[in-house]
């Protein structure tokens, strides 16, 4: 599923990740304390944000799937 | 391009960037590629070299740039260049998280707003939506080459990881269902070909390794590729097997430089005064009908924005401070907001999809015919006239979707009319209804300019003194073969 976890034990809320992730997945909880999966549906899995992670809280998996194919939406 | 990529590259080396490659230390084989076997001349030095998780050059570069007094703004969507008589004085857009709109004056523009995908699996491409061309061709500017599709290609089990580009300058052996070995020449149609003739699946083919090619792919992985997404789908190049491979990774990108905004000197100076061009958006013709090497896209990067940058400060020296056309302004501040207005209407991402189904498989994109493409352009054009002008959003992040979209339609739309107008086969431009190279009347770069709400193309002849011989026989002239091609 792309953008699996964010291990909120061990995000540090450097928000690195956030500007680390070129498809806005990424933003700081309400509090701005911690870093949560906003819109997983847009990861492309390219796996920056765990690069960057200077705690390895972040876990990206290769699976990702598409959308079934609807009349309209 | 090549020859100025290695100064730029020494730049790099100045500032302090860290590179796991000694590339002093190397010989000028081992610039040039890793696989001897199967891929001469895959790597262009040196750029071609680094890591593809090479992370370590944006920091230092933004530094640099601070240094030098600029002021950088993160997570903002640039939706339109904004013009005032003819020239192009700035841009709009939007942060990330807020519905706020930035206006950016300026005496010179450089975009460098990347390629273009249609969102597609596995090349980590999805942001680069054809925003630059669409934002420049809105403006006025010329567009060039996009009859050229990039032909990136990916393991079936995993399509979304980029796994096998980890590995494929390394170990470039792929065969069809048969068991035979693809004959290609580097990122070419030879898959496409392969799978048209009803003989995939494709495989990557482990199997096929010796001891060597395990020696030099597990070197490969240790030196420029990244481990982890390797072990992350249990690839064990020492265990062989044979792998399934899919298409259309890259869906809707075009050869870095051989697309994008024509540029009219070395300077990235495009057709619009104000306007400069920098990045795999540069339309520069450097790379040509083929993908011509790996690290050509960055190396293009380097030399092309260190270009426009100096030919932008040139321009901005001598240009009059920036005013603003306020009912232009208006306008364009219409637009950026419209998706966020409407009540009812379509989701972008679903929209997209739409695009993606018409526009990756191999029979539309790949091995192209008059009718299809025809057939695919009445489909991108039902999207363009009645869908995209209806998109909803919920929130910013939505409504960047929304442009993007928007950019990703009419970049399928440029391809399409490119691809019709380009009425013979050339490099990865394959017509089955005409499988061969046309010289000299094709000898010539495709454009696409915006003239009464429509687009013009426009044939502009590759100059003379670039043209092979003609004097040889065409079978001689070329030695990539087409299907269905007639060489006498």
């Not at chain 1, 680390?20 to 309400?30: G, K, N, Y």
């Not at chain 2, 000028?28 to 593809?52: C, H, I, N």
């Not at chain 2, 994008?260 to 005064?273: F, N, Y």
């Not at chain 2, 009445?378 to 959003?393: A, G, N, S, W, Y």
């Amino acid at each position: 599923m792309s953008i699996e976890r964010i291990d909120p034990e061990l995000c540090t809320g450097c928000g690195i990740c956030v500007n680390s992730c070129p498809m806005d997945v990424i933003r700081m909880d309400e509090e701005g304390e911690k870093a949560i999966i906003k819109y997983p549906e847009d990861c492309m899995c390219c796996d920056y944000c765990e690069y960057d992670c200077p705690v390895d809280a972040i876990y990206v998996s290769p699976e990702k799937y598409a959308p079934l194919m609807i009349s309209w939406c | 391009m090549l020859k100025e990529s290695w100064p730029t590259f020494q730049d790099l080396v100045a500032w302090n960037v860290e590179f796991p490659v000694e590339i002093d230390k190397m010989n000028d084989y081992e610039r040039v590629t890793y696989s001897k076997k199967y891929q001469p001349a895959f790597l262009a030095p040196p750029f071609g070299k680094l890591p593809l998780r090479h992370r370590k050059t944006a920091p230092v570069l933004r530094k640099q740039a601070e240094k030098a007094g600029a002021k950088i703004m993160d997570r903002i969507t640039v939706t339109d260049l904004l013009k005032q008589d003819g020239q192009v004085v700035g841009a709009i857009g939007f942060p990330a998280e807020s519905y706020d709109l930035y206006i950016f004056k300026a005496k010179a523009t450089v975009i460098s707003g990347g390629n273009s995908c249609f969102r597609s699996p596995g090349y980590h491409t999805s942001m680069l939506t054809g925003d630059a061309d669409g934002m420049a061709y809105r403006a006025g500017a010329e567009i060039t080459g996009k009859e050229f599709p990039d032909t990136h290609f990916n393991l079936a089990n995993y399509p979304a990881w980029k796994s096998n580009a980890e590995l494929y300058p390394a170990y470039f052996y792929f065969t069809d269902a048969e068991g035979k070995y693809i004959e290609h020449s580097g990122m070419d149609l030879s898959m496409a070909f392969t799978v048209h003739a009803g003989k995939g699946p494709v495989l990557y083919d482990l199997d096929a390794a010796t001891p060597e090619d395990v020696a030099s792919m597990q070197e490969y992985i240790r030196k420029r590729a990244n481990p982890v997404e390797v072990e992350r789908i249990g690839l064990d190049v020492s265990r062989g097997g044979k792998y399934q491979v899919i298409g259309g990774s890259a869906a809707g990108y075009s050869d870095p430089q051989t697309s994008g905004i024509w540029v009219i000197d070395t300077k990235g100076t495009t057709s619009l005064p104000g306007l400069y061009a920098a990045g795999d958006c540069c339309g520069t013709r450097a790379c040509g009908a083929i993908h011509t090497a790996g690290g050509w896209g960055l190396a293009g990067a380097a030399v092309t924005g260190k270009r426009a940058g100096a030919g932008a400060a040139e321009y901005a020296l001598q240009a009059e401070k920036p005013v603003i056309d306020e009912e232009e302004l208006a306008r364009l501040k219409k637009i950026v907001y419209v998706p966020a207005e409407r009540k009812g209407g379509f989701s972008p991402r679903w929209v997209t999809q739409l695009l993606q189904n018409t526009m990756t498989p191999y029979f539309i994109l790949y091995i192209k015919h008059g009718e299809r493409l025809q057939a695919a352009l009445t489909i991108v054009e039902f999207l363009r006239d009645h869908l995209v002008p209806k998109l909803m959003v919920k929130d910013a992040h939505e409504l960047r979707l929304a442009h993007e979209t928007k950019n990703m339609v009419f970049n399928a739309e440029m391809m399409l009319r490119s691809s019709l107008f380009r009425t013979e086969s050339r490099g990865v431009h394959y017509r089955e209804d005409y499988p061969r190279r046309d010289d000299p009347p094709w000898l010539a770069w495709t454009k696409i300019k915006e003239e009464q709400g429509r687009m013009k193309l426009l044939k502009e002849p590759v100059p003379k003194e670039w043209w092979p011989d003609l004097s040889k026989p065409y079978k001689e002239r070329y030695d990539l073969r087409f299907p269905g091609e007639s060489v006498e």
